[in-house]
C-alpha cells in the first residue's frame, strides 16, 4: 500500500522550530518530487516548498522563504521540512505530497499524486 506519513507537528513558542518529517512506505521517494503543503484555519491549501527528484535547490515560498528547509534521506525513504523562527501565521496542519515525474506544478494540489494525512504545528505562546 502506498503511504505517505507525516509526523513531528506540535505546540511551539514565537521564534521556536520544529522538523517535520514524511516517511513513504510502498514507494520509493527519490523517484518523486516531493512538496509541503499547509492549511490554516479558515484558509485554502497553499504549497509553501518542493523538492524535486533529480535534487538541486529547493523552491519555496516568500512567506516560508529563510525560515524553512526542505531536504530528503533517501536511505530513511523520508523527507524532512525544518522550520525555524516560527510564527503564529505559520499555524496550519502540515501535508506532504509526492509527485511522479517532474517537479512542475509542485505547488498545485491538483499535480500531487500521493498526499499523507497531515500533521498540526500551532504557533502559540
Known amino acids: 500500500q502506498l503511504q505517505l506519513v507525516e509526523s513531528g507537528g506540535g505546540l511551539v513558542q514565537p521564534g521556536g522550530s520544529l522538523r517535520l518529517s514524511c516517511a513513504a512506505s510502498?514507494?520509493?521517494?527519490?523517484?518523486?518530487?516531493i512538496s509541503w503543503f499547509r492549511q490554516a484555519p479558515g484558509k485554502e491549501r497553499e504549497g509553501i516548498s518542493c523538492?524535486?527528484?533529480?535534487?538541486?535547490?529547493?523552491y519555496y515560498v516568500d512567506s516560508v522563504k529563510g525560515r524553512f528547509t526542505t531536504s530528503r534521506d533517501n536511505g530513511k525513504n523520508t523527507v524532512y521540512l525544518q522550520m525555524n523562527n516560527l510564527k503564529p501565521e505559520d499555524t496550519a496542519v502540515y501535508y506532504c505530497?509526492?509527485?511522479?515525474?517532474?517537479?512542475?506544478?509542485?505547488?498545485?494540489?491538483?499535480?500531487?499524486?500521493?498526499w499523507g494525512k497531515g500533521t498540526l504545528v500551532t504557533v502559540s505562546s
Open positions: 510502498g514507494f520509493t521517494l527519490n523517484n518523486y518530487a
Open positions: 505530497a509526492a509527485k511522479r515525474g517532474s517537479s512542475s506544478y509542485c505547488l498545485m494540489s491538483s499535480a500531487m499524486d500521493y
Open positions: 523538492l524535486s527528484s533529480s535534487g538541486g535547490t529547493p
